[in-house]
């Protein structure tokens, strides 16, 4: 009464697997796995806190990396302009009242 194509759940060998956990590669039942973060992961990968590979922590900390560097950016690029603004403006107008001054 054995199914070798079939693989069984590594704490029940009574049930069939329903997925394959990716951390520990060994198969489980629906009641074994949970899924986290998208991915099919084992209760006991889950509570020893095992990521596969490719895990979505390290993408997330990327994400706030390329985030904090664009608001820097964005800080430095929006100071210069006031910075840029203010100058040309304050000369531009000191021009304007002299230049006015002298035409007729
Ligand atoms: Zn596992
Ligand atoms: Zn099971």
Known sequence: MTHPAQQRCFNHPGREAAARCPVCARHFCRECVTEHHGRVICSACLLAGRQAPRSQSRLHRAGLAA??????????????????????????????????????
């Open 67 to 104: 985030a904090a560097g664009i608001l820097l950016a964005w800080m430095i690029f929006y100071g210069l302009g006031q910075i840029l603004l203010n100058i040309p403006s304050a000369v531009h107008e000191g021009r304007y009242w002299k230049a006015s001054d002298a035409a007729p």
